[in-house]
């Protein structure tokens, strides 16, 4: 009675088990992904791998005896063709491809033939069962994550893609607002040149007229024309300034300052901006001092251009230090191919929010040019002539500490 019922069972459980773990898959994995489509390279490569592992079940199973008898465990060479199908296509030619196997081995183990093949026709069923099992689960499960890791490859190929392009749209779109902004400064440079350069000349005649006023009436002006001719002279004076500081600075920045360099020697520079700066500096009661220079190598550079490069550090040193405060003009030897000339004072000071921008084109620190003229060009004109000359401004300084610049220049030697 216990082995009919145990034959009963396993009969039984072919059939159950054949259903719940072959064809089923095949069927939902068929009806879910129907919308998988091979390429012609795919679908040759299934055909011939099917036909492969039919042949190989065929033999093992339906061969000869000699072959297939059951000391040899040859159904598992059926095993190595499914892997191979399991990790090139997807779980639903899979569960084709083991519906087909099993059918092979189920058809051999009946008809008597095949590795699993005993005495007992009940054990026969339960090793192939056991088979069945195993190359469904292993196939199976190897194939879910197979294509679970191609989907996620083509998920990162996708997001490269779009990332990809991303970038690209972004650095076009930032390279042309670059192009148009360096058209804009471009245009605004040439802007400023032509009108700066075309109303020299109107200015430069109300100079003159004012002059002539001046000197053709002396004495014969009553004091109040005489202080109207005088503030027209000296606002006439800082337009020519300005127009002046405009049409070098647009020439810097276009490249088309010209520079006559030579050999010089600082300290006669230093020494013309004495004569030009001490008497202002004692119009505002500022000590002023000049190191000796003497022993410094020559420089080689454009002697105007170097003036203006110290006399608007020097101006400006005055023009931010309170009465009793002190100027200083000095240089050192930076190494065989520089020298470094400082401008100090002690005056106001500029904050560390402020010192990077005050070379920038008509950046004026508010808090302390409020009452004091100028147009916030003289030092990035400064800053361009010394990179003109391959040198360098620096500078250094604190509210209320003064200010330290520092220009550095290549020596002639
Ligand atoms: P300007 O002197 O015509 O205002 P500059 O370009 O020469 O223009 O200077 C820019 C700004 O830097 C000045 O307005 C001032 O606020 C600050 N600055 C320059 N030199 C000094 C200095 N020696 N001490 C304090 N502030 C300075």
Request: glycine share 8%; net charge negative; charged share 20%.
């Amino acid at each position: 009675i216990r082995d009919s019922s145990v034959t009963g069972v396993q009969t039984c459980a072919l059939p159950i088990s054949g259903g719940a773990l072959i064809v089923t898959p095949a069927i939902v994995l068929w009806v879910l992904d129907h919308t998988i489509k091979w390429s012609r390279g795919q679908s040759i490569e299934f055909g011939i791998t099917t036909f492969f592992l039919g042949l190989v079940t065929w033999i093992v199973f339906q061969g000869g005896q000699a072959m297939t008898g059951p000391h040899y465990p040859l159904g598992f060479l059926t095993l190595s063709v499914l892997i191979w199908i399991a990790v090139r296509f997807e779980p639903r030619e899979t569960a084709t491809a083991i519906l087909l196997t099993i059918g092979i081995a189920i058809w051999g183990t009946l008809r008597g033939s095949g590795p699993f093949t005993v005495s007992n026709s009940n054990e026969s069923l339960l090793l192939l069962q056991a088979f069945m099992a195993l190359i469904t689960v292993t196939a199976l499960g190897l194939s879910v994550s197979a294509r679970e890791q191609k989907h996620t490859e083509l998920a990162l190929k996708e997001l490269n893609k779009t990332l990809e392009r991303r970038i690209q749209d972004r650095t076009s779109t930032l390279q042309s607002t670059v192009e148009q902004l360096k058209e804009c400064d471009c245009l605004k440079n040439a802007f400023v040149g032509i009108v700066s350069h075309e109303l020299r000349t109107p200015v430069t005649s109300i100079k003159i007229f004012a002059k002539n006023l001046f000197d053709c009436f002396d004495g014969q002006l009553n004091e109040k024309q005489q202080h109207y001719v005088s503030r027209i002279q000296y606002n006439a004076d800082r337009l020519s300034r300005m127009l002046n500081e405009l049409l070098d600075l647009s020439k810097i920045q276009e490249g088309v300052l010209e520079v006559h360099p030579t050999v010089l020697s600082v300290q006669e520079i230093a020494n013309d901006l004495w004569e030009a700066f001490e008497p202002l500096a004692q119009q505002k009661s500022i000590s002023m001092n000049m190191a000796n220079m003497t022993h410094l190598p020559k420089v080689y550079g454009d002697r105007d251009k170097l003036y203006e490069i110290f006399a608007n550090l020097l101006e400006n040193a005055i023009k931010f230090t309170q009465a009793g405060g002190h100027v200083e003009i000095g240089a050192q030897v930076l190494d065989d191919l520089y020298i470094k000339v400082h401008v100090s004072d002690t005056g106001c000071g500029i904050s560390p929010e402020h010192l990077p921008k005050i070379f920038d084109k008509f950046y004026r620190v508010t808090s302390s040019a409020v009452n004091v003229p100028g147009s916030g060009l003289g030092l990035s004109i400064a800053k361009g002539l010394a990179e003109l000359h391959g040198g360098s401004i620096t500078v250094e300084s604190a509210p209320g500490q003064g200010s330290h610049f520092f220009v550095t220049l290549r020596s002639a030697a």
